[in-house]
Structure formats: structure tokens, C-alpha cells
């Protein structure tokens, strides 16, 4: 728990960017997030709270204190014929968690398997993947106030869940840390396999009987046929939100572009992929010396090491304003810029 000066960040970020914090702490408990609240320095500066560092990109060094976030525990809390609450400590790994609940034969996250990142970073903007979200299996989570240090609950209406939305994005940014979340997972799954390639991918595993792994199985596989290992090439994953317009506008531009894709959502909206508008708008694969968007996925923007976060900014915004002109849509960055 203690207070570390001028600390390297770039092992706590998954696209890789080297910059620094002027403060740097690490936390595993309640109690120790609330004596590190309380000191003078943690009071008087801006505070990030890190998690998995893979849904950030850092564009200068941090004047101020970052907060790591290493509370874990997965545990079972309640369950009846139908239903288990599993609450999981925010610091978790997010896939962790989804392979623990495997284990355990509940169903509800194997869509949302191998998202980077940890439960605490799950709720702010609502997860989701392949037809499922977050808000699907939530029951609620815990927060630290960050003035007061007094420990909240909030219920699923309460966290405000839209596409990639949360209170906690809006409202509620910077008022509080989230230290826990508890999720109801099905003891006997309803499964969700007609979004994207999972029906494809498990027909090519042959498999004949569904269940969460085989599922999860197969989600990973997709993912990782396109998307990078941060491991070997730093990146942060979809750095882009899917778009949603509306009907009429889509019906336009289905004359232009007759094989665009999209996804019904709610009444007179649709959803359009962004990767799609953006291959389209000549990006993917584009390499600029130490960063680009990468050959497989254009939704993902990678650093191939030694890149700026200010050049990988840059581009975002080259590849916002090409697909507004071509498109006439708005691209919105999933990543979080600093």
C-alpha cells in the first residue's frame, strides 16, 4: 500500500506506452483503499484507478496518483434451483472469473470469454460481446466513495447500463471505485450462439451438445483469429464503438453499399460494425513506422512498439474523420484517451 514516486507505467498498460505516474499505489482491500484515500497527496491530485490497463491509452505522463486496483476473491454467495450469485472481487481477471464460473457449471458469461481487462472495469461500460452484455447476468456491485471513503451498493437500475454506458461514465465519473461486483448466472443455461461466427465455429469443432465451455471454447477461438495479443503487440482491443444510427439512414445508404452489414437494436435503430466502415474506408492494415490498424482487424489500433500515445491519437481521429466523410457516421472511441 504504499505511496511510490515518478513509477514507470508501462506495464500497467496494454498498448504499451511508456509514461510515468507522479504517484503510484497498489490496493487488495476495502480498508486499504480507504487509508489510501485519505492521504494528503491521493486527496489533493487526480486519481486513475488502473485495473487491467486495456481499455486506456495514455498520450503524455500522469500528474497525479494511480491507484491499482488488486482486490480479488471469487466466491458464491447465494443459490437456488435456478439461479447462482457469484461476487467477485474487482481486481479479478475478467476471463478468470468467466473460467471459474465454467468450473462451477453456470452459465451466462461464455460470450463475453478472453475480454481483457478486470471486473471492476466490467460495469463502466457495460461488456459485451456476441449478443450478451454485462447488464444480462447483473445483480450489483459495490463502490468506495471516493470523498467519504463510505462503502455504496448499487442495483442494476441504479448503474444506468446502455450500449458501453454506465453512471459511472457519466453522472457518477470519478466519484467512486468500484471493489466488487456480483453477477446471476444460470444453473441451467439458456445459450446465445446465433451472433456472429459462434455458430460456424462450433459446427467446425463438431460439437453436438452445448454447454459453456464448448461455447466459451469457441468464443475464444474467434477472438483469437482476430485480435492481437497485447502480449506481443500492444494494442487495447476494439478501440472503436459499433455505431448505432437510424433506420433511414441506413436504408440510404444500403443503395450505396448494398452488402453493409448491421444488427437490429431497438425500434427504428440499427447498429453498423465499425471494423466494417473502416476497411471500407481503406484503414485496415495501414502501417505509419511504429503504429498502425492492423492487418486482421480494423478495429483494432496497435503499437508495434515504440510509438507515441499522441500518434496513436492521431490516427483515431484521422480514421473518425474518414468515415464521417465517407459514411456520413460518427465513430465514438471505446478507448479511454489521457
Not at 447488464?135 to 448499487?154: C, R, W, Y
Not at 448503474?159 to 454506458?165: A, L, N, P, S
Request: some cysteine; aromatic content about 10%.
Amino acid at each position: 500500500m504504499e505511496l511510490q514516486k515518478d513509477i514507470s507505467l508501462k506495464p500497467y498498460n496494454t498498448f504499451g506506452m511508456e509514461v510515468k505516474a507522479r504517484y503510484f499505489a497498489t490496493f487488495s482491500s476495502v480498508a486499504e483503499l480507504q487509508q489510501l484515500l485519505q492521504l494528503p497527496e491521493v486527496q489533493n491530485l487526480p486519481k486513475l484507478i488502473l485495473g487491467g490497463g486495456s481499455n486506456i491509452l495514455f498520450t503524455q505522463d500522469f500528474d497525479g496518483v494511480i491507484l491499482k486496483n488488486d482486490i480479488l476473491g471469487i466466491r458464491i454467495t447465494d443459490l437456488t434451483d435456478d439461479f447462482s450469485l457469484v461476487k467477485a472481487g474487482s481486481g479479478v481477471n475478467w476471463h478468470e472469473l468467466v473460467l471459474y464460473t465454467i468450473e462451477q457449471g453456470l452459465g451466462g458469461l461464455e460470450n463475453l470469454s478472453l475480454i481483457p481487462g478486470t471486473v471492476g472495469a466490467a460495469p463502466l461500460q457495460n461488456i459485451g460481446a456476441y449478443g450478451v452484455e454485462l447488464k444480462d447476468m447483473f445483480e450489483n456491485l459495490e463502490a468506495v466513495h471516493i470523498s467519504t471513503g463510505e462503502l455504496k451498493s448499487f442495483t442494476a437500475e441504479e448503474c444506468k447500463f446502455g450500449y458501453r454506458e454506465s453512471i459511472f461514465k457519466h453522472e457518477a465519473k470519478g466519484q467512486y471505485i468500484i471493489v466488487s461486483v456480483t453477477l446471476r448466472l444460470h444453473r441451467k443455461p439458456v445459450f446465445n450462439t446465433s451472433y456472429g461466427a459462434i455458430t460456424q465455429t462450433l459446427a467446425a469443432m463438431q460439437v453436438e451438445n452445448l454447454n459453456p465451455k464448448v461455447i466459451s471454447e469457441a468464443v475464444c477461438q474467434i477472438r483469437r483469429s482476430k485480435l492481437p495479443d497485447p502480449a506481443q503487440v500492444g494494442n487495447a482491443g476494439s478501440f472503436f464503438k459499433n455505431p448505432e444510427i437510424p433506420s433511414t439512414q441506413f436504408a440510404e445508404l444500403q443503395k450505396e453499399y448494398s452488402t453493409i452489414p448491421s444488427y437490429p437494436t431497438s425500434p427504428g435503430r440499427v447498429k453498423v460494425p465499425a471494423g466494417w466502415l473502416i476497411e471500407q474506408a481503406g484503414w485496415k492494415g495501414r502501417r505509419f513506422e511504429s503504429y498502425g490498424v492492423h492487418k486482421d482487424q480494423a478495429l483494432v489500433l496497435v503499437n508495434y512498439g515504440g510509438a507515441q500515445g499522441t500518434q496513436v491519437r492521431e490516427l483515431a481521429f484521422q480514421i473518425i474523420d474518414s468515415v464521417q466523410e465517407k459514411f456520413g457516421i460518427q465513430l465514438q472511441p471505446e478507448v479511454n484517451i489521457l
